[in-house]
Each structure stands twice: as structure tokens, then as C-alpha cells.
């Protein structure tokens, strides 16, 4: 009996802090309690010569009802999760001793706190710190970048999200949205300042803050993105492809000045995105406008035909992401596009199950650049560079990519692998990668890649940088890349 008791107490004290945290009704409003009947007078006065009878006791729930209803009272709403990603680079270059490749050693921790009060109401928070023991104030940097703090914090994250009348949901802060449908390029992504490295397996790119809002449209399959974004999108990249030498993490960047200052309300952007079914293909419509920046539209495509998955994007502005450049290394200018100015991707992708459980699939993709630089032209690498102007994969007026997937092949379970091909048509120069993963321990996981640089000296995958001293910067030599070899531990907490 004492340990009968001992356990009903227990349960009636689960409940009774449980009681503490407000219900949904208390969250989210309830209706007021209506009064009770007034019971009718033969019911409510004893027969005359009768005592009053006393009011049956009320049933008990069961002690199994008691502990259900305290578990999902208590139930934690809060998660805590992360990253820890570390990862090395040494990178094989021409004209340089092998003791002087460069080797960096980039390192990411993401820790977030995920909350869900309910089911209609979430807040997440994601932070990001990357830091690199071999950059140091000796190392060297290109001239016109800037070096970045180390370790450097970030905020990539940060929103809350909750619906309206279960019709519209909206989400309000700092969050990560792409646009468009494209495998290796995205020109029609602008809710990003910040280009997407198409190989690199983790993308670091943080978040944008804006306030969005999804309206379905559950009858016909479509759905509408109104977008308002609080900061601005002329953020430019960096010399990216020398990061690895120079920044932690991959990547920097920086800031162009807006016209209007972020903090007053004509800075405000504006924009949306149109998703729509039309049978078994879906068409998306989006644009943005912000001053500062020139309206910027987008179409895109993707559906089936017979065994291909086909997917194409069309970006339509009348401006450059990037300062434009024209001439030679010895006499250049700085000019601006005039008229529209495409970007156009096609792409298509083909599965094949090989086997019960073993599938591959190949893809292909093109990319036209209207504003990219003809083989005649990559004598302005180095103006780019200095200029914070050098974007990779979005450099050349014409690209094409291909690659193939094997997740799990045969008998290796654990393992995945991806071979990627990009080649920069205008210039001739291409990059080849495999990648490699393989989990253990559950959570733990090791990755590495093998990257190969090839086709013409000075184009855009096989630029080395030969900068004079000056007056004020020292001289910058780095040979043109051969090979380039990761391995990288990734644990998801």
C-alpha cells in the first residue's frame, strides 16, 4: 500500500506542475465559459418528509488517463542542435615547392534552439562560427580584399513563424530562402547576395532578414510568397576563388554602399514569388525591387518527360551584380550593361535503378551569361580581382556542368559518391570533382574530394595571381592550381 500511495502521489504532483505552463487555450484565446442551466425546482428542492441527498462523487480518471494527459503537458517544446564541421584543404599549385602549398584548415560550429510552443508557433535561432588556425595576421592577402575577423561569428538565422486563421503562414526575421530550380547555377536566387559555391558541400551563405508570407491555394496546388526584405541585397563576393587561402570558412564578403541608408524606410525591398501547377510541371514566377538595385524578374520551369527530370531558369534584369570591365590588362574601363540582360539555365537529370535497392543518376546543366567575359577577355582577371568584381562559375559567358551520383552503391551502405565536371566554355577551362562520404558511429561523418583544375593557363579554373609590389602592398604570387585535395569529420548534434 505504501508504494501504491507513494506512486499516486507522484502522478498528482506531475499534474499539478504541469498546471504551471499555460495551456493552448490560454495562448490563444478560448471561449468564454457558458453559464450552467438553473436546475429545474423538483430537482433542485427534496421531497416533502425527505432529507437532502448528497451529490454522487465525481468519476476519477484512472491513473493511465492521469500520466498521459501530465506527459503531453510537460513535454519539452524547446530542441537543441548543432554542427561541428571540421575540415582541411591543401591545394597543389605551379612554379611552387610543395612546402609552400597552401593549406588551410576551415572550421564551422552551428548551434541552434528550435522552439515549438504549439503547432502553430515556432521560433528558431541558428548561430554560426567559423575560425581558421592557419590564418594569421602574417598571412598575405590579395590586394582589395579585406580580412575578416578570426574566429569570425555570425548570425545565419533567426524567425519566428506562426499562421493566420490556418490560411496564411507567416515567418518574420533573419532566414534562408532560395528561388529557383537550377542544380549547379541559380541566377533567379535573389533572396541571396551572395552566389552559391554549385560544389561545395556545406553552403555557409547566411540568411536574409525579411518578412514572408505563404498564402497555398490547397485547391489548385499553387502558392503565393509576398516578400518584404529589411536589408540590403548589394552585397558582393569576394576574390572566392582564392578564399581558401585567405578567409576561413571558403568565403568573405563585401559590402557595397546602398543608395539609401538600410535604417529608413525607403530602403525596404519588396517582392514575391508565384508557385503554380500546371499538371505534372510546376512554374514559378518571383521578382525583387529595392533601392539601390534595379527590378530584377524571374522565371522557372521543371517537370517530367518520360524518364528526365527537366528543370530551366530564366533571370531578367538591366544591370550587373558586379562592376563591369572592359579592355585589356593595360588600358581597361569600367562600363554599364545597357538593356536587358539574361541569364538562362537548362538542365536535366535521369534516374536508373540498377538493382533492388541501388539507383544512380546522371545530370546535365547550361548556363548563358550575358554578362560574362569572352576568351578574349580574361586578360581582365586581375582588374576583377583587385576590384572585388571576380565572381567564379558566374565569371564566363557560357558553362556547361554535368555529374553523377551514387549514394550507397552495392554493398557499401555507408558510402556516397558524386563525380562533378564544370567548364567554363568562354575561356576554356574546367574543374573536375569527386566527393566522397561515409557515416559511422551513426552521427559522425567523413567526407573527402579530389578536385582537378584543367584546360587553358589563365582562365578562370586555372588563375594563378602575379601582382607587383607597390608603395604600399606587398607582391602576391600564386601559381596556377593542379590539384586540390579535402578531408573533413562532420558530426550533426
Request: proline share 9%; charged share 20%.
Amino acid at each position: 500500500m505504501t508504494a501504491i500511495r507513494a506512486v499516486c502521489l507522484l502522478l498528482l504532483a506531475s499534474a499539478a506542475a504541469a498546471q504551471d505552463r499555460p495551456s493552448e487555450g490560454d495562448l490563444f484565446g478560448k471561449p468564454a465559459e457558458q453559464e450552467k442551466p438553473a436546475p429545474s425546482p423538483s430537482a433542485a428542492q427534496p421531497a416533502p418528509g425527505e432529507s437532502p441527498k448528497p451529490e454522487p462523487p465525481a468519476a476519477e480518471p484512472g491513473a493511465e488517463a492521469r500520466l498521459l494527459r501530465s506527459l503531453g503537458r510537460t513535454e519539452d517544446p524547446l530542441k537543441i542542435g548543432g554542427l561541428l564541421y571540421l575540415r582541411s584543404v591543401l591545394s597543389a599549385r605551379e612554379h611552387t615547392p610543395p612546402s609552400q602549398w597552401p593549406l588551410v584548415v576551415p572550421t564551422v560550429t552551428d548551434v541552434y534552439l528550435d522552439v515549438r510552443p504549439s503547432d502553430r508557433v515556432r521560433g528558431f535561432v541558428l548561430g554560426r562560427m567559423l575560425f581558421d588556425p592557419t590564418l594569421t595576421s602574417a598571412t598575405v592577402l590579395v590586394p582589395g580584399t579585406t580580412r575578416p575577423p578570426n574566429p569570425e561569428v555570425l548570425l545565419d538565422q533567426l524567425w519566428i513563424n506562426f499562421d493566420v486563421e490556418r490560411t496564411a503562414f507567416v515567418t518574420l526575421g533573419r532566414q534562408n530562402v532560395k528561388w529557383g530550380v537550377g542544380h549547379f547555377w541559380n541566377p533567379t536566387d535573389y533572396l541571396h547576395a551572395v552566389r552559391r559555391d554549385p560544389l561545395a558541400v556545406f553552403d555557409e551563405r547566411t540568411g536574409t532578414t525579411m518578412a514572408r508570407v505563404n498564402v497555398p491555394w490547397e485547391a489548385r496546388g499553387w502558392n503565393f510568397s509576398p516578400v518584404a526584405v529589411f536589408e540590403p541585397l548589394v552585397t558582393q563576393p569576394t576574390t572566392t576563388f582564392l578564399s581558401s587561402q585567405v578567409e576561413p570558412g571558403g568565403g568573405g564578403t563585401t559590402t557595397a554602399q546602398p543608395a539609401t541608408p538600410s535604417n529608413q524606410l525607403a530602403a525596404v525591398g519588396v517582392g514575391g514569388r508565384a508557385e503554380i501547377l500546371l499538371g505534372t510541371w510546376e512554374l514559378g514566377l518571383d521578382g525583387v525591387a529595392q533601392r539601390g538595385i534595379r527590378p530584377r524578374f524571374g522565371i522557372d520551369l521543371s517537370g517530367g518527360i518520360w524518364e528526365l527530370d527537366v528543370r530551366g531558369e530564366l533571370a531578367l534584369r538591366t544591370s550587373s551584380d558586379v562592376p563591369l570591365y572592359r579592355g585589356t590588362l593595360a588600358s581597361f574601363a569600367r562600363y554599364e550593361p545597357t538593356g536587358i540582360r539574361p541569364m538562362v539555365v537548362g538542365g536535366a537529370d535521369w534516374s536508373h535503378k540498377y538493382s533492388d535497392q541501388d539507383t544512380f543518376t546522371i545530370g546535365v546543366e547550361y548556363f548563358y551569361n550575358s554578362n560574362g567575359y569572352s576568351y578574349d577577355e580574361r586578360s581582365l582577371y586581375p582588374v576583377l580581382i583587385v576590384n572585388n568584381a571576380f565572381t567564379p562559375f558566374y565569371l564566363g559567358r557560357h558553362y556547361a556542368g554535368a555529374y553523377l551520383r551514387l549514394p550507397k552503391p552495392g554493398s557499401w551502405n555507408r558510402h556516397d559518391f558524386t563525380f562533378s565536371v564544370l567548364a567554363n566554355l568562354s575561356d576554356r577551362s574546367a574543374v573536375t570533382r569527386l566527393d566522397w562520404s561515409m557515416t559511422l558511429l551513426t552521427y559522425l561523418v567523413v567526407e573527402g574530394h579530389l578536385q582537378g583544375h584543367l584546360g587553358t593557363n589563365g582562365g578562370e579554373f586555372r588563375l594563378g595571381v602575379d601582382i607587383p609590389p607597390t608603395a604600399t602592398t606587398p607582391a602576391v604570387f600564386l601559381g596556377a592550381p593542379i590539384v586540390d585535395v579535402g578531408l573533413a569529420v562532420r558530426v550533426n548534434l
